[in-house]
């Protein structure tokens, strides 16, 4: 059985007064009925840890360097992440392969580095709006696949998000047959190459996910859940998205 993963990004979104939004999520989400999971700012994690202390909300980071420590100005690094209160990392996310030409093989590295400080990895998958339209969204997400990910990997060290370019931040989603599509074939592709540990590797969709369209898309075959971004800033829409997701 795979356990249903609510994820949200607030990628480079919060303040500390933000965490309210934390403090709101966990009175009204005690018993969340899935896995909930908060990606904050670096600067937040500690913070957040802290306050989710014994409580039902997991802690992610965004992106970790793919060393343990050196010199490196600016980066952190996954031990840093860990030490800090995280529980998984986000990598390979699309705006950090745009914004910092972050490659298939730096994300396979990253990736080994979050699973030697005992971090569980989220990578990141997805097509641009001109590959939908040339018909390549399979063999550019396989490709990815291929690439991103190292030997090695099983469901508990890793998840899969599918995030479809064009549906990031727009408020455009593919159709509930187009997100089966992608999934089956991700879960086809992960099971050829990692066998059976791979059927309990979770799927999340990601791109637009709204407390208007969640059980929708939760209903799809292989969906596990979802990695949100705008909707997960505010207590009360990732509530929901919380409550569609443990009711599908
Ligand atoms: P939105 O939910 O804001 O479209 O962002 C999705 C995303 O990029 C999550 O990682």
Redesign the pocket.
């Known amino acids: 059985m795979r356990r249903k993963l609510a ?3 607030w ?1 480079m979104n919060g303040l500390t007064a933000s965490l309210v939004e934390i403090e709101k999520l966990l009175e009204t989400h005690p018993d969340p009925g899935c896995e909930m999971l908060i ?1 904050p700012p670096a600067t937040l994690i500690a913070q957040v840890a802290w306050r989710c202390r014994n409580k039902h909300l997991k802690i992610g980071a965004q992106d970790c360097h793919w060393e343990a420590a050196g010199a490196h100005t600016g980066d952190i690094s996954a031990p840093m992440l860990a030490d800090a209160g995280a529980s998984y990392v ?1 990598l390979g ?3 950090r392969r745009t914004d910092h030409e972050e490659t298939d093989a730096e994300i396979a590295a990253k990736t080994e580095a979050a699973w030697a400080a005992g971090l569980t990895a989220i990578v ?1 998958v997805g097509e641009s709006e001109r590959q939908r339209d040339l018909g390549t969204a399979l063999p550019v997400v396989g490709g990815q696949l291929d690439t991103s990910l190292p030997a090695g990997c099983t469901g508990e060290n890793l998840v899969v ?1 599918y ?1 479809p370019i064009w ?5 455009r989603t593919p159709s509930p047959a187009e997100i089966a599509e992608m999934h089956d074939f991700m879960r086809a592709a992960l099971v050829g190459r990692f066998g059976d540990a791979a059927k309990d590797i979770r799927l999340l969709y ?5 407390p208007a369209n969640a059980a929708e898309i939760f209903g799809i075959s292989n969906v596990d859940g ?7 800033l505010k207590a009360a829409d990732f509530g929901a998205i919380i409550d569609a997701l443990a009711s599908a």
């Not at 979802?226 to 997960?232: P, Q, R, T, Y």
């Open positions: 994820a949200g990004n990628k990606c986000i996310h699309s705006e990141c998000a995030e549906a990031i931040g727009t408020g990601g791109g637009s996910v709204k979802a990695l949100v971004g705008g909707a997960s």
